[in-house]
């Protein structure tokens, strides 16, 4: 009888077996993560600091950046170190944790954006009543729900998972574990599993997406009817940074995983995967600082008290 368990260890192959490429790309995963976790724990010290940034709003958009630092650890350090030390070995049991928290981060996002469309659709189509609707105890549970949400939606299609049986083959050509390179590998039949992952994807965009697109199409109905065009360029500016966001979250999750089969197109996966764990996490907090006055007064504010406190 074949069992799964004979495989205790899986082999990534990583992007290229170029050295020099290999150089290239662990610098710019390296200043990319740094980079990341910088202008994300920016984002939440600013928040946590700053009495103008305790609106809902920021309180999603903190939870956010976390989420970010969270999914974008579980994918480049261990890639960072198989690059430095040449060692693409890793077990079976933090392979099958990797794929749990990259999907449960992935997930609890995708609500999180949601969530986040429907407070700006609160701000704007009912700012008289917004502070009563999106009190600290309601964002609290929307957040809360939004992880709980993630959890419940991915749980079902990794257990069948834990099932797949590798026949002593443990090669997987990505350069973290993800499921269609192993169901590539598996001698197991993937037929159902890969249908069960098109369908959490499809699922979980759709519900999600459908609450994105339905909140954006109330507010602009609602921004085309203000009198001033300075105020409807103001509306569409506070909008514009989270439906940039939610275009590249959702664009690469369908790209990678929306298609009849889970094991077409590994290698195309591999990039899209590179750039979504490693660049739109970098992205994100320029695309809410650069574009949001409030944050960027909040950063000066904050520089001018360190550079006080440092002169003293």
């Given at each position: 009888m074949?069992?799964?368990t004979s495989v205790t260890t899986f082999i990534l192959l990583g992007l290229t077996?170029?050295?020099q490429m290999e150089v290239l790309i662990f610098i710019f995963l390296f200043v990319t993560y740094t980079l990341s976790l910088t202008g994300n724990l920016t984002i939440i010290i600013l928040i946590l600091v700053d009495s103008h940034l305790k609106t809902a709003m920021y309180f999603f958009l903190q939870n956010f950046s976390f989420l970010e630092i969270s999914f974008t650890t579980v994918c480049i350090p261990r890639f960072l170190y198989s690059l430095s030390t040449g060692?693409?070995?890793i077990t079976y049991d933090a392979c099958f944790a990797q794929i749990f928290f990259i999907f449960f981060l992935g997930a609890t996002e995708f609500f999180l954006l949601a969530i986040m469309s429907y407070d700006r659709y609160v701000a704007i189509c009912k700012p008289l009543h917004y502070v009563a609707i999106?009190?600290?105890r309601v964002c609290g549970k929307l957040v809360f729900c939004c992880w709980i949400a993630g959890f419940l939606v991915i749980i079902t299609p990794l257990c069948p998972?834990?099932?797949l049986e590798f026949c002593n083959y443990n090669v997987i050509d990505h350069f973290l574990c993800d499921v269609p390179p192993l169901l590539?590998?598996?001698?197991?039949d993937t037929w159902f599993m890969e249908q069960m992952t098109v369908a959490v994807a499809v699922l979980t965009t759709i519900m999600t997406l459908l609450c994105v697109v339905l909140s954006y199409i109330y507010i602009i109905k609602t921004i085309i009817k203000f009198p001033s065009a300075q105020q409807r360029t103001k509306a569409f500016s506070t909008c514009s940074s989270h439906m940039i966001v939610v275009s590249m979250t959702y664009g690469g999750c369908i790209f990678i995983y929306i298609k009849p089969s889970a094991k077409e197109g590994v290698a195309i996966n591999k990039g899209v995967a590179l750039l979504t764990?490693?660049?739109a996490p970098v992205l994100n907090p320029f695309i809410y600082t650069l574009r949001n006055k409030q944050v960027k007064h909040a950063f000066i504010d904050l520089i001018k008290r360190i550079s006080f406190i440092?002169?003293?």
């Open positions: 074949r069992n799964h077996d170029d050295p060692d693409n070995t999106m009190t600290r998972l834990l099932t590539k590998i598996s001698c197991s764990t490693s660049f440092s002169n003293k």
